[in-house]
């Protein structure tokens, strides 16, 4: 797979799990939507079937938030959510396709705010 700045390098694995997690979200949409009309939606369902086996296994809420308040304790100098970025980009550079982006931003907002 060619990288995102106009195939000058390879795609890192964050990447690939971006484009493999929008084909699923796509796939999610078509699903509803031939539901509503009464269609057939066995090859959609095929298709997030195989799509899902490319993604890692998601962190579990208890594990992202051991993770998130080591890297909070890690930085040091992280006290205030006007921080969060701080914690959000460590996160998606160690862990990137690993846990779920809305539980994450609660978490840390959460942790920050203590």
Same mark, same amino acid.
């Given at each position: 797979?060619?990288?995102?700045?106009?195939?000058?390098?390879?795609?890192?694995?964050?990447?690939?799990?971006?484009?493999?997690?929008?084909?699923?979200?796509?796939?999610? &949409?078509?699903?509803?939507?031939?539901?509503?009309?009464?269609?057939?939606?066995?090859?959609?369902?095929?298709?997030?079937?195989?799509?899902?086996?490319?993604?890692?296994?998601?962190?579990?809420? &208890?594990?992202? &938030?051991?993770?998130?308040?080591?890297?909070?304790?890690?930085?040091?100098?992280?006290?205030?959510?006007?921080?969060?970025?701080?914690?959000?980009?460590?996160?998606?550079?160690?862990?990137?396709?690993?846990?779920?982006?809305?539980?994450?931003?609660?978490?840390?907002?959460?942790?920050?705010?203590?």
């Amino acid at each position: 797979m060619i990288g995102k700045n106009l195939g000058n390098r390879e795609s890192t694995d964050a990447e690939v799990l971006q484009v493999i997690e929008k084909f699923i979200k796509n796939a999610n &949409e078509i699903q509803t939507i031939l539901l509503k009309n009464n269609k057939d939606t066995s090859n959609v369902i095929s298709e997030i079937i195989v799509l899902s086996k490319y993604l890692p296994q998601k962190m579990s809420r &208890e594990e992202l &938030e051991n993770v998130v308040k080591d890297i909070i304790e890690a930085l040091k100098d992280i006290n205030s959510e006007v921080q969060m970025g701080k914690v959000m980009s460590v996160l998606k550079n160690s862990y990137g396709g690993m846990y779920d982006g809305k539980l994450a931003s609660e978490i840390v907002r959460k942790e920050l705010v203590k």
